[in-house]
Protein backbone atom coordinates (compact mmCIF):
# COMPACT_ATOMS: atom_id res chain seq x y z
CA UNK A 1 0.00 0.00 0.00
CA UNK A 2 1.74 3.41 -0.86
CA UNK A 3 -0.05 6.97 -0.11
CA UNK A 4 1.87 9.70 -2.14
CA UNK A 5 1.57 13.11 -0.94
CA UNK A 6 2.41 14.19 -4.29
CA UNK A 7 0.16 12.07 -5.92
CA UNK A 8 -2.54 13.13 -3.11
CA UNK A 9 -2.17 16.51 -3.76
CA UNK A 10 -1.72 16.97 -7.39
CA UNK A 11 -4.97 15.23 -7.96
CA UNK A 12 -6.96 16.56 -4.75
CA UNK A 13 -8.36 12.97 -4.28
CA UNK A 14 -7.72 10.67 -1.17
CA UNK A 15 -6.31 8.01 -2.98
CA UNK A 16 -4.31 5.18 -2.06
CA UNK A 17 -2.48 3.04 -4.29
CA UNK A 18 -2.44 -1.02 -4.00
CA UNK A 19 0.53 -2.04 -6.15
CA UNK A 20 1.39 -5.65 -7.30
CA UNK A 21 4.46 -4.82 -8.81
CA UNK A 22 6.46 -6.34 -5.74
CA UNK A 23 4.70 -9.62 -6.52
CA UNK A 24 6.58 -12.58 -7.32
CA UNK A 25 7.16 -12.32 -11.03
CA UNK A 26 6.00 -8.57 -10.85
CA UNK A 27 2.83 -8.57 -10.73
CA UNK A 28 -0.77 -10.18 -9.40
CA UNK A 29 -0.97 -13.22 -11.67
CA UNK A 30 1.14 -15.22 -9.77
CA UNK A 31 -1.76 -15.63 -6.67
CA UNK A 32 -4.10 -17.65 -9.25
CA UNK A 33 -1.20 -19.53 -11.04
CA UNK A 34 0.15 -20.50 -8.13
CA UNK A 35 -2.75 -21.51 -7.05
CA UNK A 36 -3.88 -23.27 -10.18
CA UNK A 37 -0.16 -25.43 -10.23
CA UNK A 38 -0.56 -26.35 -6.39
CA UNK A 39 -3.92 -27.67 -7.00
CA UNK A 40 -4.33 -29.96 -10.11
CA UNK A 41 -2.97 -32.93 -10.23
CA UNK A 42 -1.46 -32.84 -13.50
CA UNK A 43 2.70 -33.32 -14.82
CA UNK A 44 2.12 -30.55 -16.83
CA UNK A 45 0.08 -27.04 -17.66
CA UNK A 46 -0.57 -25.61 -21.18
CA UNK A 47 -1.68 -21.70 -21.44
CA UNK A 48 -1.91 -18.54 -22.98
CA UNK A 49 -0.60 -15.64 -22.75
CA UNK A 50 0.74 -11.94 -23.22
CA UNK A 51 2.93 -12.51 -20.94
CA UNK A 52 2.27 -11.68 -16.59
CA UNK A 53 0.20 -14.69 -16.67
CA UNK A 54 2.78 -16.38 -18.44
CA UNK A 55 5.55 -16.02 -16.39
CA UNK A 56 3.62 -16.30 -13.13
CA UNK A 57 2.13 -19.71 -14.26
CA UNK A 58 6.00 -21.04 -15.07
CA UNK A 59 7.68 -19.57 -11.97
CA UNK A 60 4.83 -21.53 -10.37
CA UNK A 61 5.41 -24.92 -12.04
CA UNK A 62 8.98 -24.72 -11.32
CA UNK A 63 7.93 -24.10 -7.69
CA UNK A 64 5.89 -27.20 -7.98
CA UNK A 65 8.07 -29.29 -10.29
CA UNK A 66 5.97 -29.21 -13.02
CA UNK A 67 6.18 -28.56 -17.31
CA UNK A 68 4.83 -25.46 -18.38
CA UNK A 69 4.13 -24.27 -22.07
CA UNK A 70 3.24 -21.08 -23.01
CA UNK A 71 1.67 -19.46 -26.05
CA UNK A 72 2.46 -15.91 -26.49
CA UNK A 73 1.93 -13.08 -29.58
CA UNK A 74 5.02 -12.56 -30.93
CA UNK A 75 3.94 -8.44 -30.11
CA UNK A 76 4.06 -9.71 -26.27
CA UNK A 77 6.93 -7.36 -24.65
CA UNK A 78 10.08 -8.77 -24.96
CA UNK A 79 10.80 -8.41 -20.88
CA UNK A 80 8.02 -10.99 -20.34
CA UNK A 81 8.81 -13.03 -23.17
CA UNK A 82 12.37 -13.87 -21.43
CA UNK A 83 11.12 -13.84 -18.00
CA UNK A 84 9.10 -17.12 -19.43
CA UNK A 85 11.64 -18.88 -20.13
CA UNK A 86 14.11 -18.28 -17.89
CA UNK A 87 12.04 -20.30 -15.75
CA UNK A 88 12.06 -22.78 -17.76
CA UNK A 89 8.82 -22.71 -19.53
CA UNK A 90 8.48 -23.61 -23.88
CA UNK A 91 7.14 -20.18 -25.34
CA UNK A 92 5.28 -20.75 -28.55
CA UNK A 93 5.02 -17.47 -29.98
CA UNK A 94 2.32 -16.99 -32.89
CA UNK A 95 1.27 -14.44 -35.40
CA UNK A 96 -2.62 -13.69 -34.19
CA UNK A 97 -3.64 -12.49 -37.05
CA UNK A 98 -2.76 -16.02 -38.52
CA UNK A 99 -3.75 -17.86 -35.47
CA UNK A 100 -5.74 -16.81 -32.50
CA UNK A 101 -4.33 -18.05 -28.87
CA UNK A 102 -7.26 -20.41 -28.13
CA UNK A 103 -6.77 -22.10 -31.43
CA UNK A 104 -3.06 -22.21 -31.04
CA UNK A 105 -4.02 -24.19 -27.52
CA UNK A 106 -6.38 -26.32 -28.94
CA UNK A 107 -3.57 -27.51 -31.71
CA UNK A 108 -1.10 -27.88 -29.18
CA UNK A 109 -3.34 -30.07 -26.70
CA UNK A 110 -3.95 -32.34 -29.20
CA UNK A 111 -0.37 -33.43 -28.61
CA UNK A 112 -0.21 -32.65 -24.94
CA UNK A 113 -3.46 -34.80 -23.73
CA UNK A 114 -1.94 -35.33 -20.74
CA UNK A 115 -1.84 -30.91 -19.61
CA UNK A 116 -4.40 -28.57 -17.93
CA UNK A 117 -5.07 -26.14 -19.87
CA UNK A 118 -4.98 -23.21 -17.90
CA UNK A 119 -6.71 -19.95 -18.81
CA UNK A 120 -5.72 -16.55 -17.42
CA UNK A 121 -8.68 -15.49 -15.90
CA UNK A 122 -11.44 -17.93 -16.83
CA UNK A 123 -11.01 -20.50 -14.11
CA UNK A 124 -12.00 -21.01 -10.96
CA UNK A 125 -8.55 -21.37 -9.26
CA UNK A 126 -7.61 -18.65 -10.91
CA UNK A 127 -10.52 -16.39 -9.64
CA UNK A 128 -9.99 -17.87 -5.68
CA UNK A 129 -6.08 -17.14 -5.80
CA UNK A 130 -7.09 -13.42 -7.21
CA UNK A 131 -9.32 -13.36 -4.20
CA UNK A 132 -6.44 -12.94 -1.78
CA UNK A 133 -5.73 -9.50 -2.71
CA UNK A 134 -9.16 -8.27 -2.55
CA UNK A 135 -8.94 -9.88 1.37
CA UNK A 136 -6.08 -7.79 1.83
CA UNK A 137 -7.83 -4.73 0.89
CA UNK A 138 -11.46 -6.07 2.51
CA UNK A 139 -11.12 -3.87 5.70
CA UNK A 140 -9.31 -0.81 4.12
CA UNK A 141 -12.49 1.49 4.60
CA UNK A 142 -12.34 2.34 1.21
CA UNK A 143 -14.83 3.87 -0.70
CA UNK A 144 -14.11 2.48 -4.24
CA UNK A 145 -11.68 0.19 -5.84
CA UNK A 146 -10.56 0.68 -9.04
CA UNK A 147 -9.58 -2.46 -10.99
CA UNK A 148 -8.03 -3.00 -14.71
CA UNK A 149 -9.43 -5.03 -16.44
CA UNK A 150 -8.64 -7.23 -19.06
CA UNK A 151 -9.81 -11.12 -19.08
CA UNK A 152 -11.64 -10.47 -15.74
CA UNK A 153 -9.49 -12.73 -13.72
CA UNK A 154 -8.47 -9.90 -11.16
CA UNK A 155 -11.75 -8.13 -10.70
CA UNK A 156 -13.77 -11.01 -10.39
CA UNK A 157 -11.35 -12.22 -7.32
CA UNK A 158 -12.04 -8.95 -6.16
CA UNK A 159 -15.30 -8.77 -6.20
CA UNK A 160 -15.85 -12.99 -4.72
CA UNK A 161 -13.36 -11.45 -2.26
CA UNK A 162 -15.97 -8.40 -1.08
CA UNK A 163 -18.88 -10.81 -1.26
CA UNK A 164 -17.27 -12.89 1.07
CA UNK A 165 -16.15 -10.50 3.04
CA UNK A 166 -19.00 -7.98 3.76
CA UNK A 167 -17.21 -5.31 2.11
CA UNK A 168 -18.99 -2.47 1.42
CA UNK A 169 -16.34 -0.57 -1.24
CA UNK A 170 -18.15 0.18 -4.21
CA UNK A 171 -15.93 -2.17 -7.64
CA UNK A 172 -15.16 0.57 -10.31
CA UNK A 173 -13.44 -1.52 -13.90
CA UNK A 174 -10.80 0.28 -15.54
CA UNK A 175 -10.74 -0.87 -18.78
CA UNK A 176 -8.88 0.05 -22.23
CA UNK A 177 -11.18 2.39 -24.72
CA UNK A 178 -9.39 0.25 -27.50
CA UNK A 179 -10.69 -2.64 -25.94
CA UNK A 180 -13.96 -1.99 -24.41
CA UNK A 181 -15.86 -5.40 -24.68
CA UNK A 182 -16.10 -5.25 -20.72
CA UNK A 183 -17.57 -1.99 -20.16
CA UNK A 184 -20.25 -2.61 -23.31
CA UNK A 185 -20.73 -5.81 -21.64
CA UNK A 186 -22.02 -4.23 -18.71
CA UNK A 187 -23.40 -1.54 -19.92
CA UNK A 188 -25.51 -4.19 -22.39
CA UNK A 189 -26.40 -7.10 -20.21
CA UNK A 190 -25.37 -9.35 -22.14
CA UNK A 191 -21.62 -10.46 -23.00
CA UNK A 192 -19.99 -9.04 -26.17
CA UNK A 193 -16.86 -9.80 -27.23
CA UNK A 194 -14.19 -7.43 -29.34
CA UNK A 195 -14.23 -8.53 -33.17
CA UNK A 196 -10.30 -8.94 -33.00
CA UNK A 197 -7.28 -8.63 -30.24
CA UNK A 198 -7.44 -4.78 -29.63
CA UNK A 199 -3.82 -2.96 -30.18
CA UNK A 200 -4.07 -0.56 -27.16
CA UNK A 201 -0.78 0.20 -25.15
CA UNK A 202 -2.17 -1.68 -22.22
CA UNK A 203 -0.56 -4.84 -23.95
CA UNK A 204 -2.35 -7.18 -20.85
CA UNK A 205 -5.76 -6.44 -21.52
CA UNK A 206 -5.69 -7.07 -25.51
CA UNK A 207 -8.11 -9.79 -24.82
CA UNK A 208 -11.27 -10.63 -27.02
CA UNK A 209 -13.73 -11.41 -24.35
CA UNK A 210 -14.37 -11.49 -20.47
CA UNK A 211 -14.03 -15.09 -19.79
CA UNK A 212 -17.61 -16.76 -19.29
CA UNK A 213 -16.96 -17.61 -15.24
CA UNK A 214 -16.03 -13.86 -14.60
CA UNK A 215 -18.74 -12.53 -16.84
CA UNK A 216 -21.79 -12.77 -14.16
CA UNK A 217 -19.77 -12.05 -11.52
CA UNK A 218 -18.42 -8.97 -13.02
CA UNK A 219 -21.89 -8.28 -14.47
CA UNK A 220 -23.87 -8.37 -10.81
CA UNK A 221 -20.71 -7.17 -8.57
CA UNK A 222 -19.06 -4.08 -10.64
CA UNK A 223 -20.66 -0.66 -9.90
CA UNK A 224 -19.33 1.21 -12.74
CA UNK A 225 -16.92 0.99 -15.69
CA UNK A 226 -14.22 3.92 -16.94
CA UNK A 227 -12.99 3.66 -20.26
CA UNK A 228 -9.63 4.69 -20.58
CA UNK A 229 -7.71 6.34 -23.44
CA UNK A 230 -4.28 5.19 -24.63
CA UNK A 231 -3.35 8.62 -23.76
CA UNK A 232 -4.24 8.78 -20.31
CA UNK A 233 -2.51 5.27 -19.27
CA UNK A 234 0.64 7.27 -20.63
CA UNK A 235 -0.21 10.46 -18.05
CA UNK A 236 -0.68 7.50 -15.48
CA UNK A 237 2.03 5.99 -16.16
CA UNK A 238 4.12 9.08 -15.86
CA UNK A 239 2.54 10.50 -12.73
CA UNK A 240 3.37 7.35 -10.94
CA UNK A 241 7.05 7.71 -12.29
CA UNK A 242 7.37 11.39 -11.15
CA UNK A 243 4.97 11.66 -7.75
CA UNK A 244 5.09 7.88 -6.53
CA UNK A 245 8.23 6.85 -7.85
CA UNK A 246 6.87 3.72 -8.80
CA UNK A 247 7.21 2.14 -12.29
CA UNK A 248 3.98 0.72 -13.65
CA UNK A 249 3.26 -1.15 -16.88
CA UNK A 250 0.89 0.15 -19.17
CA UNK A 251 -2.01 -1.97 -17.87
CA UNK A 252 -1.15 -1.47 -14.80
CA UNK A 253 -1.91 2.24 -14.78
CA UNK A 254 -5.29 1.71 -16.40
CA UNK A 255 -6.67 2.58 -12.74
CA UNK A 256 -5.34 5.80 -12.27
CA UNK A 257 -5.98 6.12 -15.78
CA UNK A 258 -9.46 5.83 -14.92
CA UNK A 259 -9.45 8.65 -11.91
CA UNK A 260 -7.57 11.30 -15.19
CA UNK A 261 -10.36 10.27 -17.21
CA UNK A 262 -13.32 11.03 -15.06
CA UNK A 263 -11.97 12.84 -11.90
CA UNK A 264 -15.09 14.10 -10.63
CA UNK A 265 -16.38 10.52 -10.23
CA UNK A 266 -14.13 9.85 -7.66
CA UNK A 267 -14.44 13.31 -5.32
CA UNK A 268 -15.16 13.12 -1.87
CA UNK A 269 -14.07 10.11 -1.51
CA UNK A 270 -11.41 7.33 -0.15
CA UNK A 271 -10.27 5.71 -3.12
CA UNK A 272 -7.60 2.65 -3.36
CA UNK A 273 -6.32 2.18 -7.05
CA UNK A 274 -5.12 -1.01 -7.76
CA UNK A 275 -1.57 -1.66 -9.82
CA UNK A 276 -1.98 -5.13 -11.26
CA UNK A 277 2.03 -5.14 -12.49
CA UNK A 278 5.56 -3.31 -13.30
CA UNK A 279 6.42 -5.67 -16.11
CA UNK A 280 7.51 -3.05 -19.49
CA UNK A 281 9.93 -3.18 -21.70
CA UNK A 282 12.09 -0.62 -21.16
CA UNK A 283 12.17 1.04 -24.82
CA UNK A 284 8.71 1.44 -24.29
CA UNK A 285 8.53 2.65 -20.62
CA UNK A 286 11.31 5.09 -21.95
CA UNK A 287 9.18 6.34 -24.90
CA UNK A 288 6.05 6.31 -22.71
CA UNK A 289 7.42 8.66 -19.58
Same mark, same amino acid.
Given at each position: ???? +?? %?? @?? *??????? !???????? =????????????????????????????????????????????????????????????????????????????????????????????????????????? +?? %?? @?? *??????? !???????? =?????????????????????????????????????????????????????????????????????????????????????????????????????????????????????????????? =????????????
Amino acid at each position: MIRS +SK %LI @DN *LGLDITI !ASETFQHT =GSFKFRAAYNVALNVPNDSILTASSGNFGQAIAYACKLTAKRCTVVMPETSARVKIDAVRSFGASVDLIDVAKVGRAERVEQLADEMPDAYIASPYDDQLVIDGN +ST %LG @DE *LADSGFD !AVVVPVGG =GGLISGVITSFCRNGTAAEVIGAEPLLGNDAARSFKAGVLIANESEPMTIADGARTVSLGKLNWPIIRDGVKDFVEVSDEKIGDAMRLYFGLANLKSEPTGALSLGAILERPTRFQNKKVCVIVSG =GNVDAAIYKELI
